[in-house]
């Protein structure tokens, strides 16, 4: 890997990561055309990865600091939402413990990725109709588990983890500024629970491209704060949905690459 190809990568995760337009997917449809995943590839992934953690935690970090107060405190709205993050958090859990080798199979797989990124642009599209509705500002535990298991889907490269959690956010009636807090949060424990799946691995892992992790890794952390700044900004103005033409657009255009 040379350091255009970690700044095209970091840069692609970043931003990817947080638009709902799969950064599993965006780095799976790179990496195939870059020739495919090197071997550093798995530290680069798991770099790139937390450096999008950071993204949300500064983004959030006033909400996050509320949180941890409010815990310690044991307020009981705060409890009850960090039980429902908690709770979010199970079905991912139990599909990336349960279906790894599968899951890892499917980055290898084009044609389904272009597949998985077209019904992506179905799912945002779909926040059109559902979000001028959606005005409740906590999800409730029926909620947290329903969205914890749209991100459990979007473990499959292709699929869109913000655009995902965020759809079925608003589907069940949560506001769209508080749907993006919540899917966010929720993130935080995904993103490093796929960091933690990866450790295991690294053994294995090129320790000599550390100047192609630090390139990527800033790349992402700057990229990521950008797109979640933007993603907020256009799912309170409405403009979500639009996306779903990039998803239709790319999956299409890499399924055709993929068959050809």
């Known amino acids: 890997m040379d350091p255009i190809e970690a700044l095209l990568l970091g840069l692609a995760q970043g931003l990817t990561e947080f638009f709902p337009v799969s950064s599993s997917g965006h ?5 195939a055309l870059f020739g495919g995943r090197e071997s550093g590839g798995l530290l680069f992934e798991v770099g790139v990865h937390v450096a999008t953690l950071f993204a949300i935690a500064f983004f959030y970090r006033g909400r996050i ?3 941890v107060v409010g815990f310690f405190a044991r307020e ?5 939402y960090v039980g ?3 709770l979010g958090t199970v079905p991912a859990v139990a599909v990336g413990l349960g279906a ?3 899951i890892d199979a499917q980055f290898s797989n084009p044609s389904g990725v272009g597949v998985l990124l077209l019904t992506t642009g179905v799912i945002v599209m779909s926040t059109r109709w559902t979000a001028p509705r959606a005005t409740t500002p906590v999800p409730s535990w029926g909620a947290a588990l329903l969205i914890g298991c749209a991100q ?3 473990i499959l490269p ?3 983890r913000s655009g995902s959690t965020v759809a079925m956010a608003l589907l069940l009636g949560v506001a769209p500024l508080a749907a993006a807090e919540f899917a966010f949060l929720l993130g935080i424990i995904a993103i490093a629970g796929a960091a933690v799946l990866m450790i295991p691995d690294l053994q294995s892992a090129d320790l000599s491209a550390m100047t192609d992790l630090a390139i990527g890794g800033v790349a992402a952390l700057a990229s990521g704060l950008v ?3 933007l993603f907020v900004r256009m799912l309170d103005r409405s403009l979500f949905h639009h996306w779903a033409w990039y998803c239709w657009v790319a999956g299409g255009a890499f399924l055709v690459w993929s068959l050809g």
């Open 27 to 31: 780095l799976a449809m790179l990496q």
């Open 65 to 67: 600091a509320e949180l």
């Open 76 to 80: 009981r709205e705060t409890l009850e």
């Open 84 to 86: 429902k993050l908690a």
């Open 100 to 102: 790894k080798d599968f």
């Open 152 to 154: 459990a889907f979007a």
């Open 158 to 160: 292709g699929i869109s």
């Open 227 to 229: 797109a979640i700044w």
